[in-house]
Structure formats: structure tokens, C-alpha cells
């Protein structure tokens, strides 16, 4: 036994770890357990890994990345509890099936990309991307198995994969190269610390090839030694895809070679580019299988962007509460169809229920249904449903439903239960009249508006259960501010991208059960401090972008006895101001990104709060030896350290405890 977990059996053993199956004594509920070797427990570097792992899983919920549910150390063994996924790697299933049915492949590779997408905009690269680090899970029925991704994050330089079956598939360290051969980008083979986002997408192209053709782009060269192998990647390109399979569409096989590129910039950017890119091809299968991929978040995070003067990305904050839900993407509110219109509702609990069934012209009237009737107009996914087409009904975990635009669906209409927390509404047409059917939703917590065309009106519309309102680039401002303060219930607010002044921050703060609000690129100036303290209850404050704020003004939040998150991108914070805010509020997360005074210096004044944990660093003038100094904190997990030119990662990494992770690529 580990803990509470009784072992049953032995599922696999490899140069890292064992992994077994074991079942939670009181929940009853069958696990994975992966330990670390016993003969690598003196081996500082692999139980750094083994960390890494377990920290990267422990931040990553996603239908598309296998689930970590506990970790820890029992009687000097490291242990990694994660979701038990019954099914077999990609790798397996073309070894038994063969080339796969272009479809299929294609739409594989989309969850897969979606998965991927996750984890970048964490600041997360996988690294070892490879058909057995991909497992399929069983279908149901006419539902498609889902592809959940392993190993994500792991360092594998001393890891003989415990998927792997073959050699071509195993791992390799040569100096600083790592990963596996057959599916290493060009730039890996050279030094596998510099990689981003677009080595993953050149390893999923790479497992593409194999999903279509039966063999990895250059599994023909299997003869050489592995350094010479990795020459002959690095300077040769792949076999024309379709000489090796004559029926991929030519448009396609140009998706794979791009995906293939040698140079990065020749690449796909990001994964959802991938994933739209391959759409038009994966229509079959999610019409005839049920399978489909899942936006590409699970938690609402924020990617906060701002055309400094270098033109790069800020922080990537997550929010500190910790809300419950899953994405269900692509649903209209109203009874009435309204195509083009993107809603994604997100859901946790295992009693909640999706069901589709016909209705009268393919659309349910209120009398059809305990709830409007919802259209979908893309793709969607829900841990635990239970499923109704046709008369058809699957239930199990992980179900995969796929309904297009309501012309494709025959008169298939989809129903919601009731355990929904919050919806995304983001970038959608939505309207004020929608808004008034989320009154279904007796749970319904929040709602993100950002970038819609909702009014104050369609806001007072909303449940009363509903705190949390985004309405970031809606045309809510300065004169609506008195009455989002009058709604009693509302505990968070955030404004993105809106001209809000002084006068609307002084209505807002009118409510003084406030407790997190965000502004980006707001016009505020030094007055609006004195509207912030008046909050007792604030712990959450981001006024990223604001530039006309002073560092005197800013210093004054040191009088903020609650706040534990603050963000302060792109303003004009300096070491004086950091003193006294780190003196006086219990920070665990600060946001410092493209601040031009924070210098090693004010780095310096960090010290001085014990509590933090979080620190983002993106694009400012700190150096090595400045964030050194660093290693005095007690309580610091993650440094985020994008465009710094002037510092040199591999020494900050190995000067660190093991416990702080540095997050440097996109």
C-alpha cells in the first residue's frame, strides 16, 4: 500500500519509474501509481524530474492530458497518483491496425493539438511528444475513444519510456539532447533546452506521419547509430508523405510538411493553428464516431497581452479561486438558433448530465424541454455524460460527442442539466435577451462577457447566484459602474481593454464585498487608489497596463491587508514601491511583467516576503546574478522569466532549489 491506495498490479516498469494500478481505499476508485525507481532515489537529477512531473501534472486539468490526483513520498518512495486510462498507445494501434483512416488520424491529431494548446498557454512544452506518449482510451458504442497525452512535462533524459515498444522509440541523451529520435525537431537534436511551443508541433507532425503512413518520417534510416541519426534529421527532409500514402489530399500532405518544417518560423505558431487547420478533415469522423476535440482550456486563463515596445506577451495568469468545470463548447443560448454564436459551459460533477434528442424542426420549444433548447454550432466534450441519439444511449466517462451547425445535425437538438458553473461567452454575438436564460442554471457562478455586445441591462439580467462578471471590451463603462456595484452578489469583476476612468473605479468600489478586481489598459490615474483601500475584502488586484498610475500611488496598496494575488504589468513599480508592498501584504503571486524599474535591485526587496510563491518577470532588465538572490525565499514555486535577454536560464535553473520551476518559452 501507498497512503490510502492499495496496489493490485503491476501495469509497466521503465528506466524512470513503475508504474502500477491500485484502488483508493475509501473512494473506491481505480488509479494509476508511478514510483520512481528505487536504484535512481540517489539521483538528485531524476528525482528533480519526478518532481517536475508531478508539479506540471498537478496544474494541468484537460480532457486531452492525463490527470494528476495526488503525489508525495512514503517511506523514501516518490510517488505520482494519476487517472488510470484503460485503452492502448497510438503506437500500438497502428502496429495492429496499420495506417490509419485519414479521418481518424486527422482528428487524433486534433486532440491532440488541443491538449498541447493547454498546456503553451501555460507555459508548458511537452518536449517528447510520440504516438506512445499518446493514449487512446476505449470507445463506447458509436462514441470514439479520446486521446490524453502522458508524460507531459517530463524532462526525459534518463527515461527509457515505459510506453515505448519499440527502439526507434526510446529516449536518447546525448550531451544536451534529449528526447526520442524519430520525432525530435532539428533544433532538439542540437540542444534540446532550446525549444518552444513549435518542437511540439514538429513532433506531432511527426506522429502524424506515422498515424497516415504506418512509419515515422524517418524510421527508414533506423540502420544509422542514434548521433547519426540525428544529423540526417537535422539536415535531410522527410520522404514526401504522399509517396508513401498516394490518397492524402495534397492540401493535406502540405498541413504534415509544414508541421515537419526544419526551421521553426517555417511552422505552424501554436497548436490551435494546427487544429484549424485540420478541421475540414475531421468532419467524417466526428460525424459518424461521435469523437471530438475540446477548446482548449479547462480553467479560464488569462493571456494578457500588450504591444510594448518589444511587441511580446505578458503574464499568463491563471485566477486564484478554484472553480470546477469542464468545457462544453460551441451552444446558443436562446430558444431560437442563432449560428455563429460560441458558448462554452463548463461543468464538473459526475451526477451532471448531457442529452441530445430530436425535436420538432430541430428545434426543442420550452414545452419540449425543462430548459430553452441550446443549438450547437461546434464542437464539444464532457468528462461524464450521458448521451441520448437516436434512441441510442451511451454512459460512461469520457465520452466524446461531436454536433455541428444545426443543418448537420438531421434534428438533433442539445438539452443541458442544471449543474452548470460558469459560461463562456467570450467573442460571441450574444445579446442581452440571451443572457436571460441562464436563469436555468440555479449554480450558474460566472459568466465572461469580454468582447460581446452585452449591455448593463443584460448584466442585471443574470442569476443572482452569479459573482463573477468579465466584461472586458463590451460598451459597459464609467456610467454603468453604479449599477454593477448595486449588484449585491457580484464578489468579482474584471474590465479588459475598456476606457474605464476614476469615476468608474469610484462607483465600482462602492461595493465593498468586492473581492478581486482586474483592469488592463484602463485610464486611471493616482485617484483611484484611495477607491481601492476602501476594500477590506479585496485579495485579488490587477492593473496591468495602467500606465498613468505613479509608483508612489502604487505604493500605497501596501495598506491592502488581504490582497494575496497582485499585477502590476507595465507600470511604473519600482523598488521603493515593492518595499513597501511586499511589507505589507501577504502576497503569494505578483505580476511585474514589462515594468522597466523592476531591476535587480528591487528584485532585491523581494526578499522580504516570505509568503510568495509566484514571481513574473517577463520582459524586464533583471539579470542572473539579480534573480539569484532569489534563493532565499522560503516559499517561491515559479519564476517567469519570457524575453529576458540577460538572463541565463540553465545557471539560474541549476543554482535554484529543485523546487522552483522557471517557465521561459510561450
Not at 526551421?263 to 468532419?283: H, K, N, Q, T, W
Not at 420538432?360 to 461546434?378: N, Q, R, W, Y
Not at 442581452?432 to 443584460?458: A, N, Q, R, W
Request: contains cysteine; glycine residues 6%; negative net charge.
Amino acid at each position: 500500500t501507498i497512503r490510502d491506495y492499495v496496489i493490485d498490479q503491476l501495469l509497466g516498469q521503465g528506466g524512470m519509474g513503475i508504474v502500477y494500478r491500485a484502488v483508493h481505499t475509501h473512494l473506491k476508485r481505480h488509479v494509476a501509481i508511478k514510483v520512481l525507481s528505487p536504484g535512481l532515489l540517489n539521483s538528485a537529477e531524476a528525482v528533480t524530474r519526478f518532481r517536475r512531473e508531478t508539479a506540471t501534472l498537478g496544474c494541468l486539468v484537460h480532457p486531452h492530458i492525463v490527470q494528476a490526483f495526488d503525489a508525495g513520498v512514503e517511506n523514501g518512495l516518490h510517488y505520482l497518483v494519476m487517472e488510470l486510462v484503460d485503452g492502448e498507445n497510438l503506437s500500438d494501434v497502428v502496429r495492429r491496425r496499420g495506417p490509419l483512416p485519414i479521418p481518424e488520424a486527422c482528428e487524433l491529431v486534433c486532440q491532440v493539438a488541443t491538449g498541447l494548446q493547454f498546456a503553451w498557454e501555460r507555459g508548458i512544452v511537452h518536449r517528447d511528444i510520440k504516438p506512445s506518449n499518446l493514449m487512446l482510451t476505449e470507445g463506447s458504442g458509436r462514441q470514439a475513444g479520446l486521446v490524453k497525452i502522458l508524460d507531459l512535462g517530463l524532462a526525459t533524459a534518463l527515461e527509457r519510456s515505459e510506453e515505448a515498444s519499440s527502439e526507434s522509440e526510446a529516449p536518447t541523451i546525448t550531451g544536451q539532447v534529449m528526447g526520442t529520435p524519430d520525432y525530435m525537431a532539428p533544433e532538439q537534436c542540437r540542444d534540446s533546452r532550446v525549444v518552444d511551443i513549435r518542437t511540439d508541433i514538429y513532433s506531432l507532425g511527426a506522429t502524424f506521419y506515422k498515424l497516415l503512413t504506418g512509419e515515422a518520417p524517418f524510421s527508414r534510416l533506423s540502420g544509422l547509430a542514434p548521433l547519426q541519426k540525428l544529423a540526417a534529421i537535422t539536415a535531410n527532409d522527410p520522404e514526401p508523405i504522399c509517396l508513401r500514402r498516394p490518397d492524402v489530399p495534397e492540401a493535406l500532405g502540405a498541413i504534415v510538411h509544414r508541421m515537419l518544417a526544419k526551421r521553426p518560423e517555417d511552422r505552424f505558431g501554436i497548436p490551435a493553428d494546427v487544429s484549424a487547420a485540420l478541421a475540414p478533415y475531421c468532419s467524417a469522423v466526428r460525424e459518424s464516431a461521435g469523437s471530438v476535440r475540446p477548446e482548449s482550456g479547462l480553467h479560464s486563463v488569462k493571456t494578457e497581452t500588450k504591444a510594448a515596445a518589444v511587441g511580446v506577451k505578458t503574464e499568463t495568469k491563471p485566477q486564484p479561486a478554484s472553480w470546477k468545470f469542464l468545457l462544453v463548447a460551441g451552444m446558443s443560448l436562446s430558444v431560437v438558433m442563432l449560428i455563429g454564436i460560441v458558448l462554452t459551459v463548463m461543468m464538473n460533477r459526475e451526477s451532471e448530465t448531457l442529452v441530445t434528442e430530436a425535436g420538432p424542426g430541430g428545434v426543442l420549444s420550452p414545452s419540449d424541454a425543462v430548459v430553452p433548447a441550446t443549438v450547437l454550432t461546434d464542437s464539444h466534450s464532457a468528462e461524464t455524460v450521458s448521451a441520448s441519439i437516436d434512441n441510442e444511449t451511451a454512459a460512461s466517462s469520457n465520452i466524446q460527442q461531436s454536433l455541428r451547425r444545426i443543418e448537420e445535425l438531421h434534428g438533433k437538438v442539445l438539452k443541458l442539466g442544471e449543474r452548470i458553473y460558469a459560461v463562456d461567452l467570450n467573442n460571441t454575438a450574444v445579446t442581452d435577451e440571451d443572457l436571460k436564460y441562464l436563469s436555468v442554471f440555479p449554480e450558474l457562478e460566472g459568466v465572461l462577457l469580454e468582447h460581446t455586445p452585452v449591455s448593463i441591462k443584460g448584466i442585471r439580467s443574470l442569476p443572482r447566484t452569479v459573482f463573477r462578471v468579465d466584461i472586458g471590451g463590451t460598451k459597459i463603462g464609467d456610467d454603468d459602474c453604479a449599477e454593477l456595484a448595486a449588484i449585491s452578489n457580484l464578489r468579482r469583476i474584471t474590465f479588459y481593454h475598456t476606457p474605464l476612468t476614476d469615476l468608474g473605479v469610484k462607483r465600482l468600489c462602492s461595493n465593498k464585498s468586492l473581492e478581486q478586481i482586474t483592469l488592463q489598459d484602463a485610464e486611471i490615474t493616482d485617484r483611484s487608489i484611495a477607491s481601492f483601500l476602501e476594500l477590506e475584502q479585496l485579495e485579488l488586484l490587477t492593473l496591468n497596463f495602467c500606465h498613468s498610475l505613479t509608483a508612489a500611488a502604487i505604493s500605497q496598496l501596501s495598506s491592502l491587508r488581504h490582497v494575496r494575488f497582485l499585477h502590476l504589468a507595465g507600470t511604473s513599480v519600482d523598488r521603493s514601491a515593492l518595499t513597501a508592498l511586499v511589507t505589507g501584504c501577504p502576497l503569494v503571486e505578483l505580476g511585474l511583467s514589462s515594468c522597466p524599474n523592476v531591476n535587480d535591485e528591487a528584485v532585491l526587496c523581494l526578499l522580504k516576503c516570505h509568503t510568495l510563491e509566484t514571481v513574473y518577470l517577463d520582459n524586464t532588465p533583471v539579470t542572473t546574478e539579480g534573480l539569484l538572490q532569489l534563493k532565499a525565499l522560503p516559499a517561491l514555486q515559479c519564476l517567469y522569466l519570457r524575453q529576458n535577454p540577460r538572463v541565463n536560464v540553465p545557471e539560474l535553473r541549476s543554482s535554484l532549489t529543485e523546487r522552483v520551476r522557471i517557465v521561459n518559452s510561450w
